[in-house]
C-alpha cells in the first residue's frame, strides 16, 4: 500500500458479500497486482468498467490513519494526470481507526474518475502487528453516483473470519 507498508501479501482472513452485479475477477487480470480481491460491474459502461478493490497491508510504523490516507493519495496521484481530494472524514475509533475519502482523478488519457477510497485499522497483538484495509471504488462520475450504495454495502459486509481453522485456506 507504501513505501513504508512490507511488500509481500498479507493473509488475513476476510469475509464479504458481493453485491448483485459485481464479478470478481483476478486482480493481476485488470492491472491490479498489489490487490487480494477485485471485482468489476457486470453492467454495459462504453467508457471505463467501474471496480472495487481491496488490498491488506502490514502497518507496523507509528504513522496516523490520515497519514496513510495521504500517501494513498499520493500513490494514485503518481500515476494519474490530475487529482483532487474531494471529501475526507475520519471515522472509527482511537484503536481502529480509519478514514473515507472521495477524490477526484484525470487519467493521462484526459478521463474523468471519482475513486472512493476507506482505509480501516485492524490492530494486531502488538502495534508492530497492525494491518490496513484498502478499499476503493473506481468509477466514471456517473457510474459513481448510481454504484455508491452497492460500494457502501460491500465495505458494511468486510470482516475478520472466525470460522476457520489453521490448515483451512483463507479465501471469503
Known sequence: MSETMTQDR????????????????????????????????????????????????????????????????????????????????????GIAPGVTQVLRVRTGEGQDLVQTQVLLTVPGATPAERLILEIACTATPEAARGLGDDFRRFVGSVHVRRDFTADEGEDS
Not at 41 to 52: D, K, V
Open 10 to 93: 498479507v493473509s488475513l482472513p476476510l469475509g464479504f458479500d458481493i453485491p448483485e452485479g459485481w464479478v470478481p475477477v483476478e486482480p493481476a487480470s485488470v492491472g491490479a497486482e498489489g490487490a487480494v480481491f477485485v471485482a468489476v460491474h457486470s453492467g454495459t459502461y462504453a467508457e471505463f468498467t467501474p471496480n472495487i478493490a481491496l488490498s491488506i497491508g502490514q502497518r507496523p510504523d507509528p504513522a496516523e490513519i490520515t497519514g496513510i490516507a495521504d500517501e494513498a493519495v499520493e500513490r494514485l496521484g503518481r500515476t494519474t494526470a490530475a487529482l483532487e481530494v474531494v471529501r475526507r472524514k475520519v471515522i472509527g475509533t
